[in-house]
Every structure is written in structure tokens, then in C-alpha cells.
């Protein structure tokens, strides 16, 4: 018998038209988790529970064994003690969207974070996942212009593809993500900061990103001194931005700094309720929640928006075998790697053209565009195999001639490569630029032996 029906009993007369929710009590805090009792709720519902101040902490439920219910905190935890009420709330609360959230920079709670009023906004937008029936999905058919002449030419993205960028500590990806949200064509920029340093949050928004790229964006942004339920609020909730603009029939380009801090706070929280760690430390729950973040992005019915996506993937120790890399590979479609060898060479965006792959490219190019990216990595591959053998001048010029060439053009083949930071390069001229390359790579002479060698 609900506690509804107990009370008409006591008052038969006097009709109730809601259900009096029962209030919880704290019984045990550890770590990051918050156990309560006497909570009638379900998993994702969102609590809060009062600290000895008066400050109500919010909390999500995200799991429980018999009467126990564990919660997670959005905020710090401060001032929570013992016997503390923990009242629910209700089940996946959302934000307010409208036009002026263009250009703002807000939390993982929709919440502004750039001191400026709140928008106006008509739309709710619930945070609870947003599918599309994968046969209802139009199928990649048409480049995505991102400015960059080496993904353009060389990596070509369709619109609806999702692509990790893999890269070290240090090697340029904000840098190679803010080109991307000023130089592009999409109509609409979702950027997600996610576990990154505060510091560098402010520096993305005033140096790399800019006024300019700022104008037609939303950055969502939970440092790494967050909460991990924060941090993923705010993945989630740049997904769900990005899916309101494609449901107008916009074509959005996510991009998400880092999907590594997105697993992170998910291990962070599985390990906290007794989860069992799996692989190096990951629980399995990890690598359930990448795809079913992943897929979110993509196109939507043919006619209507698109998400191109770009995820960033935190490759420790440059190590390509990470557990959450291996898992981001197998899903994404298709995957730029930066090399900091070619960063500590000078070389910007330290692009690894033979490492990296864009799968729907052969779907979205001609035939000769194909050919010449494949003759750019064979030359570049050729030059990569025998490098110490010229290096240490043990390679004699005339031994192979496919060599000889990949070794006369290499330098031509670096300077494709590098961009500047102001400087955008469109999808058409990135185009003629490697036509032009690879016709005079194919017409150079081949170097002719030393006297006498």
C-alpha cells in the first residue's frame, strides 16, 4: 500500500492529487559515494541531500543492494554528516535551449559559466539519451569541410563520420581542435572540455578558439577538479546539444576534449560502488558506456542534420595499446593519430598521415583523389622505412627509384602537412594543392648515381 493510499484511509473525504515522496537518510559516506536509506527511487533519479549549513548537494542514485541506495554528488561534499535528509527530486532533469545559447560557455549542469545572464529558452532539453533507429541513418555521402588541408586531402571526414584524435600530452590537439572550430563550415560548433585543466579551459576559449569561433559555438566545459558525475553530465550534455541542432536540421561538428576523461570519471564512479576492475583498472561498465555515447553522433534521416564528431583520446605514454585507445579505435570511424616526433620536429599539426585512416573516405571522394592520398603515403612510408639507412648516408641515390623520388619529395610532403594557425585551408583548395603535389612527384626525374658509385 503507497503511502497515497494510507492517507486517503486516514481521510476519506479529502482527495489528494500527489504523491507524498518519503525523505531519506545519509548513513554512510565513502570516498565519493553516499549511502542512504528509506529512499523509494530508481537508478539516474536525482536527489539532494542537506548538509549541516543549509547547502543542498545534489546527487544522482546510481545503483543499490537491498535497502541501501548509493549516490553520487554533482558537487563537493563539504558539511555532509551523518544522518543527513536526502530528498528526491525527480527522475533526468535538462536545461532551458534556446537561440542565445550560441556563443556561451556553460557546466555540466547547463549552468552559465562566462558571467553572463542566463538565455532566454523556450526548449527543454532532458539529458536522458537521444537514439535513432541505425536503418533510419543516411548513410555518409558528402565531405565535411574542417579547414585543415591534411585531413581535407589526405584524411577526408564525410559529414556524420566520428573520428578519434589520438595524441599524447603536449603534442597540439587543442590546438588542432581550435583550427577546426574556426576554419569549418559546419553551421553550428559543439565543444566539449572535459577533465582537462582549468587553466586550460579559459586559455581554449580567449587564445585558440576565439571571438570569432566562439560566435557560432557552445563550449561545455567541467575541469579536471570536478566531480566525475560532473564530468559526465557535461559529455553527455554536449551529445545532447548537438543533437538539438541536428534535429533542426543543422549540421553540427562536435568536438570532445577528452573521451579518455569521459572514461576516467566513469571508472572513478564504477570502482566506488564495488564494481570489479577488468582490464588495467577499467571496469566493463567503461567500455559499454564509449559506444553508447559514440553513437549518438552521426547523421539523422536523409533531409535533416548531422553530427560530425572528433573525439580525443589521451594516449599515455604515446602507447596506441591503451585500453580505452583500443576500445575508441574499434568503434570510431576512423582515427588521426599526432605524432610528437613530428611535433618535436616542427612540424604543425603533427598530422601522422601513415598512422591514421578516415574510414569513410573511400565512400566520399573520387577515384584520383583516392589514388594521390595513396601515392602521398607510399612515398612517405618508403621514406620512413629506409630513414636511418639516409641518415647515416648508407642509402647510395640510383639503388631504387621509388626511394630516390619518396627522398626528393620529402620535403614537399612535410610542408603539405604543416598549416599555420590563422591560416585556413578549404576542401577544394586542399584538393588542387595535392594534385598539383603528386603530378609533379610523378613527372620528377628520378636522381642519377654519383660518378663512379
Known amino acids: 500500500?503507497?503511502?497515497?493510499?494510507?492517507?486517503?484511509?486516514?481521510?476519506?473525504?479529502?482527495?489528494?492529487?500527489?504523491?507524498?515522496?518519503?525523505?531519506?537518510?545519509?548513513?554512510?559516506?565513502?570516498?565519493?559515494?553516499?549511502?542512504?536509506?528509506?529512499?523509494?527511487?530508481?537508478?539516474?533519479?536525482?536527489?539532494?541531500?542537506?548538509?549541516?549549513?543549509?547547502?543542498?548537494?545534489?546527487?544522482?542514485?546510481?545503483?543499490?543492494?537491498?535497502?541501501?541506495?548509493?549516490?553520487?554528488?554533482?558537487?563537493?561534499?563539504?558539511?555532509?554528516?551523518?544522518?543527513?535528509?536526502?530528498?528526491?527530486?525527480?527522475?533526468?532533469?535538462?536545461?532551458?535551449?534556446?537561440?542565445?545559447?550560441?556563443?556561451?560557455?556553460?557546466?555540466?549542469?547547463?549552468?552559465?559559466?562566462?558571467?553572463?545572464?542566463?538565455?532566454?529558452?523556450?526548449?527543454?532539453?532532458?539529458?536522458?539519451?537521444?537514439?535513432?533507429?541505425?536503418?533510419?541513418?543516411?548513410?555518409?555521402?558528402?565531405?565535411?569541410?574542417?579547414?585543415?588541408?591534411?585531413?581535407?586531402?589526405?584524411?577526408?571526414?564525410?559529414?556524420?563520420?566520428?573520428?578519434?584524435?589520438?595524441?599524447?600530452?603536449?603534442?597540439?590537439?587543442?590546438?588542432?581542435?581550435?583550427?577546426?572550430?574556426?576554419?569549418?563550415?559546419?553551421?553550428?560548433?559543439v565543444v566539449g572540455l572535459v577533465g582537462e585543466r582549468g587553466r586550460e579551459v579559459k586559455e581554449f576559449i580567449d587564445h585558440i578558439l576565439g571571438e570569432e569561433g566562439l560566435r557560432r559555438a557552445v563550449v561545455v566545459a567541467s575541469p579536471a577538479d570536478d566531480a566525475p558525475l560532473m564530468r559526465l553530465r557535461a559529455s553527455q550534455l554536449c551529445t545532447r546539444v548537438a543533437e538539438y541542432y541536428r534535429d533542426q536540421g543543422k549540421n553540427v561538428l562536435l568536438l570532445m576534449d577528452s573521451l579518455t576523461r569521459y572514461a576516467q570519471a566513469q571508472r572513478e564512479i564504477s570502482l566506488a560502488i564495488g564494481e570489479p576492475p577488468a582490464t588495467k583498472g577499467y571496469p566493463p561498465s567503461v567500455f559499454a558506456k564509449i559506444p553508447q555515447l559514440v553513437e549518438r553522433a552521426g547523421n539523422a534521416a536523409e533531409g535533416q542534420g548531422s553530427i560530425t564528431a572528433f573525439y580525443t583520446v589521451l594516449t599515455e605514454g604515446d602507447d596506441l595499446q591503451d585500453p580505452i585507445a583500443d576500445a575508441a579505435r574499434a568503434i570510431l570511424d576512423g582515427h588521426v593519430v599526432l605524432s610528437r616526433r613530428l611535433a618535436e620536429e616542427g612540424t604543425y599539426p603533427a598530422i601522422d598521415i601513415e598512422a591514421s585512416i578516415s574510414r569513410a573516405m573511400p565512400n566520399i571522394v573520387e577515384p584520383e583523389h583516392l589514388q594521390m592520398m595513396q601515392k602521398f603515403k607510399q612515398l612517405q612510408s618508403l621514406y620512413q622505412d629506409n630513414r636511418d639507412l639516409i641518415n647515416i648516408g648508407a642509402y647510395r641515390a640510383g639503388s631504387d627509384p621509388q626511394v630516390d623520388l619518396a627522398i626528393e619529395r620529402m620535403p614537399h610532403l612535410k610542408q603539405f602537412i604543416q598549416q599555420g594557425l590563422t591560416e585556413p585551408v578549404p576542401f577544394q583548395q586542399s584538393l588542387e594543392q595535392l594534385l598539383a603535389l603528386m603530378v609533379t612527384a610523378n613527372a620528377a626525374p628520378a636522381p642519377q648515381p654519383p660518378p663512379g658509385g
Not at 537518510?25 to 536509506?37: K, N
Not at 523509494?40 to 543542498?56: I, P
Not at 543499490?64 to 554528516?81: D, R, W
Not at 533507429?133 to 558528402?142: C, K, V, Y
Request: charged content about 20%; hydrophobic content about 40%.
Open 1 to 189: 500500500m503507497t503511502l497515497l493510499k494510507r492517507l486517503q484511509g486516514y481521510s476519506p473525504e479529502r482527495q489528494f492529487d500527489f504523491e507524498p515522496q518519503a525523505e531519506g537518510r545519509l548513513t554512510r559516506l565513502v570516498g565519493m559515494t553516499l549511502e542512504a536509506v528509506g529512499l523509494n527511487v530508481s537508478v539516474g533519479h536525482q536527489c539532494e541531500v542537506l548538509t549541516a549549513d543549509g547547502r543542498r548537494v545534489e546527487a544522482e542514485v546510481v545503483g543499490f543492494s537491498q535497502e541501501k541506495i548509493y549516490l553520487m554528488p554533482i558537487q563537493h561534499i563539504e558539511g555532509v554528516q551523518p544522518g543527513a535528509i536526502v530528498r528526491p527530486l525527480g527522475a533526468h532533469n535538462g536545461v532551458r535551449i534556446g537561440p542565445g545559447l550560441l556563443g556561451r560557455v556553460i557546466n555540466g549542469l547547463g549552468q552559465p559559466l562566462d558571467g553572463k545572464p542566463h538565455w532566454n529558452g523556450d526548449d527543454f532539453l532532458d539529458f536522458a539519451p537521444h537514439t535513432i533507429n541505425p536503418l533510419h541513418r543516411h548513410p555518409i555521402s558528402e565531405p565535411m569541410d574542417v579547414g585543415i588541408r591534411a585531413i581535407n586531402a589526405l584524411l577526408t571526414v564525410g559529414r556524420g563520420q566520428r573520428l578519434g584524435l589520438f595524441a599524447g600530452s603536449g603534442v597540439g590537439k587543442s590546438m588542432l581542435l581550435g583550427m577546426m572550430t574556426r576554419f569549418t563550415t559546419a553551421d553550428v560548433v
